[in-house]
């Protein structure tokens, strides 16, 4: 990586850190319009949109991120770890340690991620699995594939991999909230309550956990007035 190409991957991660992500992307799309093909400005465009709350945007750069990739050992470099706007990537790149020198799963999994978010959960499903067969049993990777089953309706099955994803990192505080979540797609507010009150005491200020957290208020005032039953679906806890 050429030293230009470094300072600015680090002044757009400067920007992210400082949660500047419409500077970021502004920055990016310049760099990228002067480097037209540069696999690591492409992929953290790809990031910076699913950061930024745009996951339908980030499909395309990520997309071609992952035909793209650096094959050369001399052009592989992993991605720096940051502290990410976002607690979906923040927490991925917590768990990534030194799993692979080829970081192409890298963008499986954040292609999967902005697949699920835009609720296309067939081709979230299949870059999923490509990045855990790339970099088997990382907790973050497993506890999306079974957040998506979960949200597809496929709820044993995702309970069963949210469990994993826990076995393998107990202070996962995403994958206790999707226990939770699922809990709440059947009103069942006991269940719901005991996994998402353990998400809170490990990560109180997750902005994902506290959405869910709400949702179970809302569930719990509903209950007092009329009798424990669903009041969300996967598809409205998602677009809400």
């Known amino acids: 990586m050429s030293p230009e190409l470094l300072n ?13 992500m419409d500077e970021a992307i502004a920055l990016l799309m310049k760099y990228i319009s002067q480097n037209p093909k540069n696999y690591h400005l492409i992929s953290l465009l790809g990031e910076c949109h699913l950061s930024n709350g ?9 997309l071609w991120a ?6 050369s050992q001399d052009e592989l470099q992993e991605k720096p770890i940051k502290e990410s706007e976002d607690n979906l990537v923040n ?11 080829d970081g192409s799963w890298v963008d499986h999994y954040l292609l999967g991620c ?5 609720m296309k959960y067939l081709q979230g499903t299949k870059h999923l699995n490509i ?10 990777i497993i506890r999306n594939i079974g957040w998506i089953k979960c949200m597809n309706k496929n709820t044993p099955i995702g309970r069963k991999l949210l469990r994993r994803a826990i076995n393998i990192d107990a202070n996962n505080a995403l994958a206790h909230n999707d226990m939770g ?29 506290k959405t869910t957290a709400e949702k179970l208020e809302e569930l719990q005032a509903y209950s007092t007035l009329f009798g424990e039953k669903p009041i969300t679906t996967p598809q409205e806890f998602l677009q809400e």
Not at 8 to 20: A, R
Not at 114 to 118: I, N, V
């Open 131 to 140: 990045a855990d067969k790339m970099n088997p049993n990382n907790s973050e």
């Open 54 to 62: 745009e996951p339908e945007k980030a499909i395309r750069p990520l």
């Open 91 to 101: 927490q991925l790149r917590r768990s990534v340690g030194k799993a692979s020198l």
């Open 8 to 20: 600015q991957i680090q002044e757009i991660e400067e920007l992210m850190n400082l949660g500047e």
């Open 66 to 71: 992952t035909k793209n990739h650096p094959k």
């Open 181 to 209: 979540a699922s809990y709440l797609f059947e009103g069942k507010i006991y269940e719901a309550g005991e996994w998402i009150n353990k998400a809170i005491k490990l990560d109180p200020d997750d902005p994902f956990i």
């Open 114 to 118: 902005a697949y699920g978010r835009c």
